[in-house]
Every structure is written in structure tokens, then in C-alpha cells.
């Protein structure tokens, strides 16, 4: 059948879109066509049992990133605001710091609050250890001491004084000598005394020495007495400003466990650490494992590392949140995913600390939503291990590549995990989605729900009106300029081609979006005002004249004779086939020689292109129909006595698909009859067993292809395709093409199964068709024929033998 200019493109009415301009029509939020998938989505962040999170499956073009994260905004809005997550030393065991989950705003108040009482900390105790109160406590203790030393050398003199002696202060401590008439005597005094009196000199000495012994036998006790209550009076003192300035803190957050608790080990701590403070503020520390004095070159940054640890590490501040978090992470890698512990340098050692544990997304996210791109995270080492880890558990634990594989080449940290409550939407396409259910055993359980993104909505007045109204919200998205009625048709008939059903329209709106903005450059160039049809056709011409270098050069050696098609005339045993190139995003057709020869044989139907290893296995497939075609047809009493031959002429690359079969089903009859078959027509087209045609891809690359080399080589007015008629719905011709067709310079027939080709294809140009029975009976002589000349053949070698 013939069909009809209106049956080869569908043409948008401007009339029946409603509107001059895009300006008077309301941009649109809603996403084209994707109701399926919006219900998955909804479905599933309603959801609230584990493993329901979602994988989004489509293609990128679809725009289904902006779609998801625009949706999840929407829901997030209503949700609670999750709690804020910290980090807090432990003081028992600073390798495992602890969480802290505050409600939101709660932990940005709590790590001012600690800052300042730390702060305070540290300006008020030392001043309140260097006050005058203090002092004189101090000085007490230590004239306490002083006066039991002086009472008892006031006692040693007396003593003395009653031997005849006294106590004289020396380098080396104390001594006694003897007195005369209140005075030291000397050694000429000494000397002239008898024996007796410098017997009980001697004897009052030793004496005394002993007393004064025992006397300082009993002062590293009074020392340590003394030291004690130094030490007492420092503790209360510091206990008492401790408990002062952390009273209200406690006030403000006992109703919050992990957080009142960390203040009363905060205050326990500071107050263990009393002395340490104090010589750090003066500018000096001591070796906590040697006991040894530090020389510090800067002694406040020294305090200031010592305090820190006292800090609070807000790791998530949701105060500013409205709703519940919606975080997209385009760098999925294990420390962006689960967090990380970041290192200094300590004499050349890398060392952490909890102060140093940094949030990932998944922190972030924790309470809401979190987007990840599938492909990314797959590529990025332990990444899908991580985040699986965490779904399945329901906590974060933090942690670093070197600890997953062991290498323990650092001080580290085994951070208390963060419980996890979040909904993980993957965004990825068919092929990985397949890809991970086939191979990875736990991801059915962890993403239970798909949404399916479609790549096209119908093409009725509902969505054609929803379509402008998506254009409108582009250009206000984009600060474009308007379209008008002409240019929105002319992006539905580009809409309708991309998918190449008239009847649907591409739900890709990034690709729409790009030819947007190129005619509204277009438009800018011309001073236009608005986006007319014009720019939108030049824009797509424009990047088809991009990409057709090669193109040209395939069809300039058709043209030349180089590259043999002929488009003219009638040959036997030749037809032309079509097929399709895409190099890049350029798709288009190309016209090729399909030969073949008949003779007697025993049944063979030898594919050239198979033999040669270019055939792909559906071509080898296509082949094996064929074959049994001719047999099951022209052959079912008797063998098939015939040996053919197909091959793609000066095909030097690889051929694979079905939509050659009925061309080659054509040629090979041809062959077989000697009967020649129409040049000026190209036959495109797959079929079954029983020679009906089948639908095919590309059609309208490949109508256009030989119409191309048709308009080169000069029309005749004969020549046109032949195409399945369930393809019918699927023409989007170029406008020249149609026109060509309304003129009369070019054709488009429908066939419904082979004899319909058949009857086109050996009948003469602008003549009626053949009875295809009249083809089939030859078909079917011919064939008997070739069977009796085998068997003739047969005997006489059996008969020669």
C-alpha cells in the first residue's frame, strides 16, 4: 500500500495549543509522564520498615535527578527535623569517643556552652589560685610549719643552754659549742679547760645532737602533712569553682543523658588535672608517662590542645533545617559516605583525635534523604560495602581504608557508631540495576522498590498542554526567551521523532532543554524577541550538519560510484537494503548492495558475511529464517536441491540485525527464478517463518538515507521504500521528505508479509503490481527443476562409480 504525506508525519496544530507565547502559559512542576515512577517514590519514603529504600531507574536525559530531589524537598518539608549528632571525649577511653544526639539547635547551644564554660575554666581557676584569700590559706599552712620549726629549735636552745651550750644556724645545717659568760667559746678557751670539763662538753654535744636527730627525723612528716594540705586546700578550692561554673551548665542539659553526663566527667576530669592546668596557663607542662619538665615553644598552643579535649564535636547542626535533610552526594567515596578521621603530626607521627572525626553524607542525611549516583559509588573502593554495612545495621561506624584492610600505621580512633534512620535513593540505569540484582545477593533486600522513569508519555491533548507548560517552566528556569505557538509545535514534532513514535512524545527534557537554549542563542543573533520555529529547526539542522562529516563521505562515494547503489533500472539477484549507522548521538540511514546467486545443489544457503565472521548473531538468526522460508514454501514434498549465496556488497565492517531479512528473501528469489527485481526501491524489514514482516528500528534514518541518494542521483519519480506496515506509527519523516512524497518524486509503500514486497519489487516501474502467486509458482517450478537436475545428476555419478 501507498501511503498518504499525512500518514508519513504528524504535524502539531498551533491552533489547538491554546496560546501566541510560552509568556501565557503556567510553568509546570510536575514532571512529564512519570506518575509510575512518582508513586514508587512516594510508596517507598512512606515506607517505614527497613530495606525499603529506592533505586530510580531511567536515563539521565529524563531529567529524574531534579524530579527526585524536587519530590523528596516536598515530602522532607513535612517531616521532623532530625537531632543533632556530637561527638564527646570519653575521659576513661579516649580511643572510643562517644555520640551525643541532642535535639536540632540543642547541639549548637550545648557546644557554646561547653566552649564558654571551659573558657571560664580557664580564666577563673587560676585566678581564683593566685587570690588573696588563697594566698593566705596558703601562707597559713606554710607559717603553720614554720612555727613547729621554730618552737623546736627554741626548745633544742633551752636544752642546750642548761648543758652550757648553744645551737649555731650553718651551711650544713646545725651545731652545738660550748658557752662561756655568754659567749661561743673559743678554740684558745677550749683548749685551756681540763680534761673533765671538755669530757662533759663533749658528752652535752653528742647529746644534743642526738636530740636535734630526732627532731629531724619527724620533718618529712610534718613536709608531707604540709604538702597534703596544700594539696587539700588547692583541690577544694578548685572543686569549689568547678562546681560553680558548672552548675548551671548541668542545669541546662540534665534532662539529656549522654550530654549531663559528660559535663560530670568534664568536671571530674579538670579537676584531676588541677596542677596540669595551672603549669600549662604558666606556660610549662610535665611528661605525663617520665615526669619530666617539657620546654614549650609556644606555650598557649600547648593549653590550647590540652583543653580541646574538652570540646564538643558538633558533627551534624541541623538548627537551620526546615524539615528533614534532602543531601545529594556526587562524590560517593568511603570518607564522603561514612565520614573520616583526619590526622596532624606529632614528631613526625600522625595522631587523632575525637575532635578530628569529620561527618559524611550519611551523617548529613541521617533523619531524611540521601541521594547517590549509582555508577559513582560502584566505581569509588568500598564505598558499596560501606553504605550496605550501614543499611543493614541501621549505624554509621567511621571508618578509613587502612583500617579496613588492617594497616594500622597510626594512632586511631574506634569512634561509638551513630545510630542511622535514612532513606537511600540510588540513581542509576537499567543495566546496573539488572547488573546488581543478578550479583549482589543483598541488594533486593536493602532496595525493595523500584521506579521505573518512562522515556516517553502519549502525544493527546492532556500531555501536549502539559508539555508547554513544562517548555514555560524551562525558559523561566533557564531566563530564556519565550517560545512561540510555532516553535512549540515545532519541539513536539522533534519530540515525537526522538522516540520515533507520532503517537508519543520523549519525556528527555534535558535534550530539550539543550535545543532551548541553542534557538535562543539563535534568537539573540537574529535580535528576535521570541523563540520561533525557524530557530528550533535551524537548531536541529545545526547539529546534524556537526556530526555529518562522515555521513557525507559514505553517501559522496555512493555518488561517485565508488560505494555502488544503483536507484534506477531493474537487476536479478540484487536489491537494495537498508541499515543504520550511529556514530556519536548522530543516527543515520545508509542504503546497501544485497546480492545473491541460485544454482543446483544439495540444500546449502551459504551467508558470505557469516563466513567471514562479519555477521552478528541475530544476522546468522535472520539467515536461518530465510533459509527455512525458501524450504518450508517452494519445497515441502522434495529436498531442497539448491545452493545460494547472500552477501552485503563492499561491506567491510560488521553486519548484525534482522531488518535485511525480507530484502534478502527478495534477492535470493530473484536469483533462484532469474527474474530481475526494481533498483529505484529500497526494501527494509524483518519476518517470520512463514514470510510475515515484522517491525523494525530506525525507519525513519533509513527512508531518508535512500531518499538522499535518490535526490542526489536525480529523482524519476519511481523510486521510493518499502517498509513493514506496523512501522507506520512510527514515521516522523523530515518535512522534504514529505513534500517529495506529495509531489509525486518519491514513495513509501507498506507490506504486510513478503508476497507483498514481492508484487511491488518485480513488477516494472509505474506499473501495476504482480500476482505474487504468479511469482511463488515459478518459484516453485524452478525449485522442482533444480531437484530433478540433482537427482539426474545423482545417478549418472552413481552410475559412472
Known amino acids: 500500500m501507498k501511503l498518504e ?74 517531616a521532623e527535623v532530625p537531632q543533632d549528632c556530637c561527638y564527646l571525649n570519653s575521659f576513661n577511653d579516649p580511643s572510643n569517643p562517644r555520640v551525643c544526639m541532642l535535639p536540632e539547635g540543642v547541639g549548637r547551644r550545648f557546644k557554646t556552652e561547653v566552649s564558654q564554660f571551659i573558657s571560664d575554666v580557664r580564666t577563673t581557676l587560676p585566678a581564683a589560685l593566685t587570690s588573696d584569700e588563697y594566698r593566705k590559706a596558703a601562707t597559713d599552712l606554710t607559717a603553720q610549719f614554720q612555727q613547729r620549726q621554730m618552737a623546736d629549735a627554741s626548745e633544742l636552745q633551752k636544752e642546750a643552754e642548761q648543758l652550757g651550750l648553744t645551737m649555731l644556724p650553718t651551711p650544713n645545717g646545725f651545731a652545738f659549742a660550748p658557752v662561756e659568760e655568754g659567749k661561743v667559746m673559743d678554740q684558745e678557751a677550749f683548749a685551756a679547760l681540763d680534761d673533765t670539763r671538755k669530757r662533759q662538753i663533749a658528752e652535752g654535744i653528742d647529746q644534743m645532737n642526738q636530740r636535734l636527730i630526732e627532731r629531724l627525723r619527724e620533718y618529712p612528716k610534718f613536709q608531707e602533712q604540709l604538702i597534703a594540705q596544700q594539696r587539700k586546700l588547692l583541690y577544694e578550692t578548685a572543686d569549689n569553682v568547678l562546681t560553680r561554673l558548672s552548675a548551671r551548665l548541668r542545669s541546662h542539659y540534665q534532662i539529656y543523658p549522654a550530654a549531663a553526663a559528660f559535663i560530670v566527667a568534664t ?29 614549650l615553644a609556644a606555650p598557649g598552643d600547648a593549653a590550647d590542645r590540652f583543653f580541646k579535649h574538652y570540646q564538643v564535636n ?53 533523619g531524611g534523604y540521601l541521594l547517590l549516583d549509582t555508577d ?23 571508618e578509613s581504608v ?34 546488581l540484582r543478578r550479583y549482589d545477593p543483598d541488594f533486593d533486600s536493602l532496595f525493595k522498590i523500584l521506579a521505573d522513569f518512562d522515556d516517553y508519555v502519549e502525544w493527546n491533548d492532556e500531555n501536549q498542554a502539559a508539555y508547554a507548560a513544562m517548555l514555560s517552566r524551562l525558559v523561566h528556569e533557564s531566563g530564556i526567551r519565550h517560545l512561540t505557538a510555532a516553535a512549540v509545535a515545532s519541539t513536539l514534532e522533534h519530540s515525537s521523532r526522538l522516540v520515533e513514535d507520532r503517537g508519543r512524545l520523549s519525556a528527555r527534557i534535558k535534550d530539550m532543554e539543550d535545543i532551548l537554549r541553542e534557538a535562543d542563542q539563535l534568537a539573540s ?15 536541529i539542522l545545526n547539529r546534524v550538519y556537526r556530526l555529518d562529516r562522515i555521513r557525507e563521505l559514505i553517501h559522496e562515494n555512493i555518488t561517485r560510484g565508488i560505494t555502488v ?55 546468522t538468526k535472520a539467515v536461518m529464517i530465510v533459509s527455512n522460508f525458501i524450504g518450508s514454501r517452494y519445497a515441502r514434498e522434495n529436498p531442497l536441491s539448491l545452493h545460494a549465496s547472500l552477501v552485503f556488497e563492499q561491506s567491510y565492517g560488521g553486519i548484525e540485525g534482522d531488518s535485511a531479512s525480507i530484502a534478502e528473501v527478495c534477492a535470493l528469489i530473484s536469483a533462484i527464478i532469474d527474474r530481475p527485481l526494481r533498483q529505484d526501491l529500497a526494501v527494509t524489514g524483518s519476518m517470520d517463518q512463514h514470510g510475515k514482516a515484522q517491525a523494525i528500528g530506525g525507519v525513519n534514518q533509513k527512508i531518508e538515507g535512500f531518499y538522499d541518494i535518490c535526490k542526489v542521483q536525480g529523482f524519476t519519480g519511481n523510486q521510493g521504500v518499502i517498509i513493514p506496515g506496523s512501522n507506520v506509527d512510527n514515521l516522523m519523516l523530515r518535512q522534504d521528505v514529505v513534500d517529495a512524497v506529495a509531489e509525486g518524486q518519491f514513495h513509501v509503500y507498506t507490506m504486510e508479509t513478503v508476497d507483498d514486497a514481492m508484487s511491488i ?15 511463488n509458482t515459478a518459484v516453485t517450478q524452478r525449485v522442482e527443476a533444480l531437484h530433478g537436475f540433482w537427482m539426474a545428476a545423482t545417478r549418472d555419478h552413481g552410475a559412472e562409480e
Not at 561509638?416 to 546496573?432: D, Q, S, T, Y
Open 267 to 295: 568536671k571530674a576530669h579538670l579537676l584531676e588535672n588541677v596542677e596540669r592546668i595551672i603549669a600549662l596557663e604558666q606556660g610549662k607542662d610535665q611528661d605525663q608517662t617520665r615526669g619530666l619538665p617539657v620546654p
Open 5 to 78: 504525506p499525512t500518514q508519513l508525519r504528524r504535524q502539531a496544530s498551533e491552533s489547538a495549543l491554546g496560546f501566541n507565547s510560552t509568556a501565557e502559559v503556567e510553568p509546570s512542576r510536575v514532571q512529564l509522564g512519570q506518575s509510575r515512577a512518582q508513586g514508587a517514590l512516594d510508596f517507598a519514603m512512606d515506607m517505614g520498615f527497613e530495606g525499603y529504600n529506592l533505586y530510580a531507574l531511567g536515563a539521565p536525559q529524563i531529567g529524574m535527578h531534579a524530579f527526585v530531589q524536587e519530590r523528596l524537598t516536598e515530602i522532607a518539608k513535612d
Open 376 to 398: 559513582r559509588l560502584l566505581q569509588k573502593p568500598f564505598a558499596w560495602e560501606a553504605l550496605k554495612r550501614a543499611l543493614t545495621d541501621g549505624r554509621i561506624r567511621v
Open 314 to 366: 558538633l558533627l551534624v547542626d541541623n538548627a537551620d533545617l526546615e524539615g528533614a535533610p534532602v543531601i545529594y552526594e556526587s562524590n560517593p567515596s568511603l570518607d564522603n559516605l561514612v565520614g573520616k578521621l583526619e590526622h596532624r603530626f606529632e614528631y613526625g607521627t600522625p595522631v587523632t583525635d575525637f575532635s578530628m572525626i569529620r561527618p559524611g553524607a550519611l551523617h548529613r542525611a541521617n
Open 565 to 619: 547503489v544503483e536507484t534506477e533500472g531493474r537487476r536479478t539477484g540484487q536489491i537494495n537494503g537498508l541499515s543504520v549507522v550511529q556514530i556519536g548521538k548522530l543516527m543515520f540511514g545508509q542504503p546497501s548492495r544485497i546480492t545473491a546467486t541460485a544454482r543446483v545443489g544439495k540444500g546449502e544457503l551459504i551467508d558470505i558475511e557469516r563466513e567471514a565472521r562479519l555477521g552478528g548473531n541475530i544476522h
Open 525 to 539: 543573533q537574529d535580535k528576535a524577541e521570541l523563540i520561533d520555529a525557524v530557530h528550533i529547526d535551524k537548531v
Open 761 to 775: 519489487l518485480f513488477a516494472a516501474p509505474g506499473a501495476s503490481p504482480v500476482d505474487p502467486a504468479e511469482i
Open 402 to 435: 587502612g583500617q579496613l584492610l588492617n594497616m594500622a600505621y597510626s594512632i586511631s580512633l574506634e569512634p561509638e557508631p551513630v545510630p542511622l534512620n535514612v532513606k537511600v535513593i540510588l540513581l542509576g540505569n537499567r543495566e546496573l540495576y539488572q547488573l
